[in-house]
């Protein structure tokens, strides 16, 4: 009995240092995405699994927990165009939002990283419950207790007691502490185009208390939709996605708060998109401020087209203006965008002198598709205008304009594009309708001369 008491006694002191040897391993590689469909195809785990990353980040869309109506013009129905009259998503029931995580966590590739790696995540709004939902969506209490099911989240966790799923984490020993703060970009949203808030006045308040916090190296701040970003500003009227930057209120908040709190290293990731993306702020707290979008998993923008045509969502993205994108020479394409199946990446050098960060978007092989290096001494504030000015002039200058203050012929170059090629096509139509109907007369008339 005394060695079985000893012996269970060195095991669970062996276990004791394991752990605490894990929480102070230094972190190198963390792995994130979004929108990954739980009713499609996942080959990109294997991708993920190779990479082996430490910690895993969802940033939303972890599952497609809406009900998407089929697209209707006509009829009774009508789920698209100005004269529609039933909306084109529907929330899901509580018994199959539990049926769709099941079925994401049982995904053999995803239960395998699970068993390597800490998973942690916020939501986005298909698995909040509905598209584009915001704080008025009434099965919000439900959804954020099946969504903290998902990431086994323990049932004494404070994340299961507060209003949204906003959480904070630390990594790493002293002097290479990574800080991971996952925003709730839902849960006290207020309705587009209202410039209100993203993050209610309690997130603001806890968001404020972990960037006053203790100092770290590195502070990742995961948020579901893109912060530095906003490609609605030039791809409207013709579509709009969802972005900090459509409520500039709350992203010039949010950049005052990094600034004011002198919080150095701090590293964006986000989704939503359905495209991989690296954008760059060099004007708003003293240093610059990168932004890796990994979007999607399993969704992405070059799925929904027809392989030989895939070449114009590349071309539609290269000649839409972005002022943010990073452009480089480890870029695929000539965009600097990628539109399909990928992952995002973060490798840290704590061994470099300074130490060095890595930022990626891989794709579903773990090829780099997009990435630019980062030094980690770049990430301090300096204590001067010369990141802040936007009058300064230099390479840097176009990450210091916002898209929304581009000159208007550059802003809505790719409507007025679009809409010349429709006017072009209609008038082609027109005239080869105009054609045959002359034509057809004119044989007419010649059978009745004959």
């Given at each position: 009995m005394k060695i079985l008491s000893f012996w269970c006694f060195s095991l669970l002191f062996t276990a004791a240092i394991a752990t605490e040897t894990a929480q102070d391993s230094p972190i190198t590689r963390i792995a994130f995405g979004s929108c990954a469909n739980q009713s499609a195809p996942q080959p990109i785990w294997e991708a993920i699994n190779k990479y082996d990353p430490q910690v895993f980040i969802w940033l939303g869309d972890n599952i497609y927990g809406d009900i998407r109506k089929p697209n209707r013009l006509i009829g009774k129905e009508r789920t698209i165009g100005p004269w529609r009259n039933s909306p084109r998503f529907v929330p899901s029931s509580e018994a199959e939002m539990k049926v769709r995580y099941a079925k994401a966590k049982a995904n053999p590739g995803y239960s395998r990283l699970q068993r390597k790696a800490r998973v942690i995540g916020t939501w986005d709004d298909h698995d909040y419950g509905l598209n584009d939902a915001g704080k008025e969506f009434d099965r919000k209490v439900v959804n954020q207790r099946l969504m903290l099911d998902f990431l086994d989240e323990p049932l004494d966790s404070p994340r299961r007691k507060q209003a949204g799923v906003y959480a904070s984490y630390m990594f790493g020993p002293s002097n290479r502490k990574v800080k991971v703060i996952v925003l709730d970009t839902r849960y006290h949203r207020d309705p587009l185009r209202s410039d209100g808030s993203i993050l209610g006045d309690t997130q603001w308040g806890w968001l404020e208390n972990e960037?006053?916090?203790?100092?770290?190296?590195?502070?990742?701040?995961?948020?579901?939709?893109?912060?530095?970003?906003?490609?609605?500003?030039?791809?409207?009227?013709?579509?709009?996605?969802?972005?900090?930057?459509?409520?500039?209120?709350?992203?010039?908040?949010?950049?005052?708060?990094?600034q004011d709190t002198k919080r150095n290293g701090v590293i964006f990731i986000s989704g939503d998109v359905h495209f991989g993306e690296i954008t760059r702020y060099d004007c708003a707290v003293g240093y610059p401020l990168y932004d890796v979008t990994s979007s999607g998993l399993v969704q992405s923008v070059e799925k929904v087209f027809p392989r030989p045509l895939r070449f114009l969502v590349r071309l539609m993205f290269w000649y839409t203006p972005n002022t943010m994108r990073v452009i480089n020479d480890n870029c695929r394409y000539r965009s600097c965008t990628y539109g399909q199946q990928n992952f995002g990446a973060i490798s840290i050098d704590w061994n470099a002198n300074p130490a060095a960060v890595r930022l990626e978007i891989r794709d579903v092989n773990g090829v780099t598709a997009l990435s630019t290096n980062v030094s980690l001494s770049e990430l301090q504030p300096r204590g001067s205008k010369s990141l802040t000015d936007p009058n300064k002039k230099g390479k840097s200058q176009r990450h210091c304009t916002l898209e929304?203050?581009?000159?208007?012929?550059?802003?809505?170059?790719?409507?007025?594009?679009?809409?010349?090629?429709?006017?072009?096509?209609?008038?082609?139509?027109?005239?080869?309708?105009i054609g045959v109907v002359l034509t057809i007369t004119a044989c007419v008339y010649k059978c009745k001369v004959d």
């Open positions: 960037l006053r916090g203790p100092h770290t190296e590195i502070t990742i701040i995961a948020s579901s939709v893109q912060v530095i970003s906003n490609l609605s500003a030039t791809t409207g009227p013709l579509f709009y996605m969802e972005s900090w930057g459509r409520f500039p209120k709350e992203r010039k908040r949010l950049f005052q708060l990094i929304a203050e581009l000159p208007g012929i550059t802003r809505y170059r790719l409507a007025v594009l679009v809409y010349f090629i429709i006017a072009v096509l209609v008038m082609a139509l027109v005239g080869l309708i």
